[in-house]
T-cell receptor
Framework: GQQLNQSPQSMFIQEGEDVSMNCTSS?????WLWYKQDPGEGPVLLIA?????ELTSNGRLTAQFGITRKDSFLNISASIPSDVGIYFCAGRNTGTASKLTFGTGTRLQVTL | GAVVSQHPSWVICKSGTSVKIECRSL??????MFWYRQFPKQSLMLMAT?????????EQGVEKDKFLINHASLTLSTLTVTSAHPEDSSFYIC???????????????FGPGTRLTVL
């Protein structure tokens, strides 16, 4: 089946640094979503992208829907300790009952 | 808001027993609910799509007789793991799809997950 690859797999950064992570797919998606998952919790939606080339911000987070529709990136500016967690991208196509295909995840650790 | 709850949050059971997990959309009606399984340090894998009043659609490789799904109302779906074995131990997460309104895309909201440990 489809698989979304995220990179980096994990990252350790210092508080205040900016973070960039991306997600690539072998096939096209019509919608890209970014989620954050804290340990022992379900994912929480951060940003949704609906059009190729779209750039959307949510506070310190910015995400872009790649022109080819096969990739997306997420940036976090001025990281803080509560940014720690696992970030997942997810792709969705219309006509598939809203099924999501999740990426492999990027684990973010923030040091003081 | 769009809140999805799961019960129980964790469960420990003996091998061979069955376990039921509930997923509820608390403040909206969800015609579609999804069940995922997540192993440690891995991504979420979709198990099945559940529509209210109809049979669930299972993903390839997921045994429908082992993972029974019932979507009895617009706010409740249940997953029953039958004859559980240690390899079924995992984090089970549900999500509920909320309609986005005219011209807007539906959004999936996730529950907090249920950790199942089979001894």
């Amino acid at each position: 089946g489809q698989q979304l690859n995220q990179s980096p797999q994990s990252m350790f950064i210092q508080e205040g640094e900016d973070v960039s992570m991306n997600c690539t797919s072998s096939s096209i998606f019509n919608t890209w979503l970014w989620y954050k998952q804290d340990p022992g919790e379900g994912p929480v939606l951060l940003i949704a992208l609906y059009k190729a080339g779209e750039l959307t911000s949510n506070g310190r987070l910015t995400a872009q829907f790649g022109i080819t529709r096969k990739d997306s990136f997420l940036n976090i500016s001025a990281s803080i300790p509560s940014d720690v967690g696992i970030y997942f991208c997810a792709g969705r196509n219309t006509g598939t009952a809203s099924k999501l295909t999740f990426g492999t995840g990027t684990r973010l650790q923030v040091t003081l | 808001g769009a809140v999805v709850s799961q019960h129980p949050s964790w469960v420990i059971c003996k091998s061979g027993t069955s376990v039921k997990i509930e997923c509820r959309s608390l403040d909206f009606q969800a015609t579609t609910m999804f069940w995922y399984r997540q192993f440690p340090k891995q991504s979420l894998m979709l198990m099945a799509t559940s529509n209210e009043g109809s049979k669930a659609t299972y993903e390839q490789g997921v045994e429908k007789d082992k993972f029974l799904i019932n979507h009895a109302s617009l706010t409740l779906s249940t997953l029953t793991v039958t004859s559980a074995h240690p390899e079924d131990s995992s984090f089970y997460i549900c999500s509920a799809s909320k309609r986005g309104g005219t011209g807007r895309t539906d959004t999936q909201y996730f529950g907090p997950g249920t950790r199942l440990t089979v001894l």
